[in-house]
Every structure is written in structure tokens, then in C-alpha cells.
């Protein structure tokens, strides 16, 4: 899609407000009721022509949502110059099923209008503010439901990326492996760098590994992290007072 | 005032939330919901005779007091209290179509509204106005949104019921099924 | 009522903690601190006289309405502050891997999760739903946590094998009606 200079619009001109749209379809709609078209005929050379000078004016034309309407007008757009057979009556107008999605997007905006409305109404009367101390009072009882639990329990086991729950996968270095190094070479050496440790091509799982480990070392007072100046190296330094914790 | 009156304007005082009948009738062995009900009344009336600046409130979840809208300016300008973020477009129009089609999935939302929903779904359900309330049909047996409480507390209703409907609104569209 | 004298009453109410005079004072441009002072013995008036169950208090950092003192035992008897609580989204999901894998070590549960798990863990430890049940290997001997018969009592099962299986989930998700 060659979009290198706005499209110059037909007709007249329209003027469209940087962040004033909450999506694609909003932009269309603005565009049509500004030029006060009528949404079953839709002017859809023009309108496609008008969207993308507009995605390109507002520099949304690298949103994957506001390319997909492009792409979706521009479609009709075509499919509107094919020549259709005389005389017949099963031609479906291309434009159908946009201006059902148009009206459906308005009604949506209509109730969201209401919502708005009634929540700025509510938010007129205050709850009261101040809540009673509770301090001295034993924590309230606690409702759970099995039904729920599960439904957690399953959401889980979706949202894992494999089977975590029975993983045997290969892992380069975990925080154990990454932990029994760092005490190898704090055995050997008083005093070694970070880099030392990562080796020569780490992944981004040994890396985490080898802060973690680290981090948790420290904080037991096996080691003293530390960098001399800022983004410098980091040095590890074997703790004075090592105790086995 | 009697003195369930009393009892109940404290209690709806302490609670600083939505209040049932049920659990009003437990202030006091004696009171059925009736008395509960004639109470309420009691108290309602004399906010309002009495030019008060709160009054009793039915909610989703039952009676609370609250402040009379016509104060909210003075108080906020005051800097007494904060008021709520407003929600943006992309939220208010994610909550309307779960409020009229739920339970409904991400996808029929991100149709409907032509843009991705993830993120907007997200921090809704971390506000507590929506929730997932089961799985759909279908390839990965997606997730399916409904409001909840917290969204009609937020509006002021007492429930869905009070939502405007769709033949009441101005574009006139069926729901889905009917269309085709 | 007068006018300043119901903004007083919304606002001490609204707000989150006492309020001085000179703040009362803000709600209104013409309000000077001997209104306030007025509108306040009005209030005070209005609540003692027609016998309410809240009153205005005035300690050291301002004012505040509170609940009267012999109100406070019917509303606790009732349970009316103490309302039971859900469990939060993040509480519930650490609930769940624990019940599913335990004896299971916080590490475990924040890999799954992708969040830390501390402060949850503490909550589910003093609300005597999980436990300490012992310690793993590996650096420092992790703590390893199971659940409680606690935990059982409040899902009424007699014990951990009552638990549904993962693989019967999804079935039991589903509304009754889609089940084929």
C-alpha cells in the first residue's frame, strides 16, 4: 500500500481530531455522519479513499486494527466495480454486511453514551468514606466455592505453555544449577566478574538464573554484589563471614 | 425515630456498603422484613424532610446511604474526596456489549467492535466490573465475560433489568440470529 | 436544614478521615469559620434530637460523623461489618495449584502464576487455609506448602481425594444444558 502523500479528498474537505477515536469503525462512522451519508448507500470509493488518507493523517496506518478496516473497505470497494449481471435479483449488495456492522457498532455507542451518563451519575453520591476500624475485630469469614476453584485450577492449567504441571524438558541453566556454579567458583576465587559467570553465550534463561541465584546469595551473605561505576562490570566477591545457612 | 430506625441508620452507617433486607432483619430477633421495610422508610423520610445532605439508597445489593448528588460539587471541589476515574470509550463500549450479549467471548466483542480486546478485557475484570462466567463452544473453549456486581453498582442499578432496551434505543438493530 | 449546614453533613461523610473547620470552610466561598461552627451545632442538633443512630464527633484532627456508642453491639452481632469475603482472583489461583500439587514450593507457584507469590501466601497461611507441611531441596530448603483441613471444611469435603480431577474439568465448567 503505497501511502507515501495523504490522499487528496474529494468533494470536501473533513477534519478529523488526533485520539478522538476509540477504533476503526468510530473513525468510518465519524466520516460518514460528518459528511451526513446515508449508511444504505454508502459512497464506498470514496469513503475507503477518505479512511486511509485519515489512518495515514492520524499515523495510524501501521495499526494492524485500523489496516484491516483498509483492507475491508477497499475490498468492497471492488467487489462494487465487478460487473453484475442484468436484471438480477440475488445480488447481494457488497456493502450489506459493513452497514450491518455500522449499525450494530452505532447501537453499541448509543448504550455506551448511557453508561457513561448513569456512572457519572452515580459517581455524583459519595459512600461514606471513613471505614470503621476493624483493627481489634477477628478477620471476616471467608466464602469459597469448589465450582470456583476449579475453574481457576483449569484456567491454569490452560494458560501454562506446555504441560508445566508434568514438564521433563531440557532447561540450559535453573537458579539450582546457575546457584551450585557461583558456589564453585566463590570456592576457588575471592573476587570474579559477572561476565565470568554468564560464559560466552548465555541465553536470556541463564541470565535470569544467574541474578537469581545471586540475589538469594547475597541476601543468605555468601556474596557481595557490587559495581564500582555505573554501568560498569559487576563484580561478585566472596563474603568475609561465610556461614552456611 | 424508633429504635430500628436508630439501629438500622447505624448499621447502614457502619456497613459503608450495600445492605439486604435479610441482613437489616438481623439487627434486631424481634424485626421481620416488614418492620425492616417500614424502618427504611422511616429513615428515608426524615433524610428528606429534614433537608439532609445523605439519603438511603437501593442498590444492587441492597440499601445504603449516600450522599445527595447536589453535594458532589461542593465536596470534590473542596478536595474532600476523589472521584472515580472515568472509563475510557474503548471500556465503555467493551462493557456494553457484555451488558446486552453476555455471556460473550473475546472474539464476538473484538468483532463488534472492529479492535483488539485484550487489553481492555483485562483491566475491566481487574476493576471487578466483569468477570468470566464460563467457557464457549468452539477451539480453545474460549472464555466467556459477564458483568457482575461491581459494574451495576457503578451505574446505580439494581439490576440488569434497568438497562435501557434495545427497542427503546435510537438505531434500530436486532440482536443477533434474529438479523439473518 | 441549612444549605451549608447539608454540604457539611455530605462532606463529613464522604470524606475518608476527620475534617477541620477551615476545610468545611472550602465547601463554601462565603462560609467564614463562625458559619461553620453554626452549621455544625445544627447538624449536632438534628442528629441528637430526632434520635439517630450516628452523631458528630469532634476529636484532635477534626470532625467526623460516627455510629453511636449503643448502636455498636446489634451491628456487630449481626455480622454487618464483618461480611464474609471472597477470595481474590490471585489468592484463589495460589489455592488452587497448592490443592492440585502439594506439597508445593513458592517457587513453583510463582513459575506457574508469573507473579510473586509472597504476600498471598501469608495471607492463605494466617487465614489457616494452607500450611507449612515441610521443606524441599535446593538452595536454602524451600518452604513447601499444602492445604489445611481448614480448607476442606470450608469446601465441605472430607478430604483431598474429593477434589474433582483436572481431567473432569472441563465437563464440569460447562452449563448443564451444552453438556452432549
Redo the contacts between chains.
Keep these: 500500500m503505497s501511502m507515501a502523500a495523504p490522499v487528496q479528498v474529494a468533494d470536501r474537505p473533513f477534519l478529523v481530531q488526533l485520539d478522538a477515536f476509540s477504533g476503526p469503525l468510530d473513525l468510518l462512522l465519524h466520516l460518514i455522519r460528518e459528511q451526513e451519508i446515508d449508511i444504505a448507500d454508502i459512497p464506498i470509493g470514496r469513503i475507503a479513499d477518505q479512511f486511509l488518507a485519515a489512518i495515514h493523517q492520524l499515523g495510524l496506518n501501521e495499526a494492524a486494527d485500523y489496516l484491516e478496516m483498509a483492507a475491508y473497505l477497499l475490498r468492497i470497494k471492488v467487489a462494487m466495480l465487478l460487473p453484475r449481471p442484468l436484471g438480477d435479483d440475488e445480488w447481494e449488495d457488497p456493502r450489506a454486511e459493513l452497514v450491518r456492522r455500522l449499525l450494530e457498532y452505532e447501537q453499541i455507542r448509543e448504550i455506551a453514551d448511557w453508561v457513561s451518563r448513569q456512572a457519572g451519575e452515580r459517581s455524583d453520591r459519595f459512600a461514606r468514606g471513613l471505614l470503621p476500624e476493624a483493627a481489634e475485630l477477628p478477620p471476616p469469614p471467608l466464602l469459597l466455592d469448589l465450582q470456583e476453584l476449579l475453574a481457576t485450577a483449569e484456567r491454569l492449567v490452560e494458560g501454562l505453555p506446555g504441560q508445566v504441571l508434568h514438564r521433563v524438558v531440557p532447561r540450559p541453566l535453573d537458579t539450582e544449577g546457575a546457584t551450585l556454579r557461583i558456589r564453585e567458583l566463590l570456592a576457588t576465587r575471592e573476587r570474579f566478574d559477572l561476565l565470568e559467570l554468564l560464559g560466552s553465550a548465555p541465553t536470556v534463561t541463564d541470565v535470569i538464573s544467574c541474578l537469581i541465584a545471586l540475589l538469594e546469595l547475597a541476601r543468605l551473605g555468601e556474596l557481595i554484589v557490587s559495581q564500582d561505576v555505573p554501568f560498569g562490570s559487576v563484580a561478585i566477591t566472596r563474603a568475609v563471614a561465610h556461614e552456611a545457612h | ?1 424508633r429504635s430500628l ?7 447502614l ?5 450495600p ?1 439486604t433486607i435479610d ?2 432483619a ?3 430477633p424481634e424485626a421481620g422484613e416488614h418492620d425492616v421495610r417500614a424502618a427504611l422508610d422511616e429513615l428515608r423520610l ?1 433524610y428528606d424532610a ?5 439519603e438511603v ?1 437501593e442498590l444492587a445489593d441492597g440499601f ?6 447536589e ?5 470534590a ?5 476523589h ?2 476515574r ?5 471500556a ?2 467493551t ?3 457484555i ?2 450479549r453476555q455471556p460473550v467471548g473475546r472474539a464476538d466483542i473484538e468483532q ?5 480486546a485484550d487489553g481492555v478485557l483485562r483491566m475491566l475484570q481487574e476493576r471487578g466490573l466483569i468477570d ?1 462466567v ?2 464457549g ?1 468452539g477451539i480453545g ?1 474460549p ?1 466467556l465475560y459477564g458483568t457482575t456486581a461491581a459494574f451495576l ?5 439494581k439490576d440488569l433489568s434497568e ?2 432496551r ?1 427497542e427503546e ?5 436486532k440482536p443477533p440470529g434474529e ?1 439473518r
Excluded: N
Design positions: 425515630m430506625t436508630k439501629l438500622i441508620e447505624a448499621a452507617f457502619a456497613a459503608a456498603r445492605v441482613e437489616l438481623g439487627l434486631d426524615a429534614g433537608g439532609h445532605g445523605i439508597v445504603q446511604i449516600l450522599t445527595r448528588r453535594c458532589a460539587e461542593a465536596i471541589e473542596a478536595r474532600l474526596v472521584r472515580p472515568k472509563l475510557s470509550a474503548a465503555l463500549e462493557l456494553a456489549i451488558a446486552y463488534i467492535r472492529g479492535v483488539q468470566v464460563g467457557r463452544e473453549r472464555l453498582e457503578l451505574l446505580g442499578l438497562l435501557p434495545l434505543l435510537s438505531v434500530a438493530l438479523v
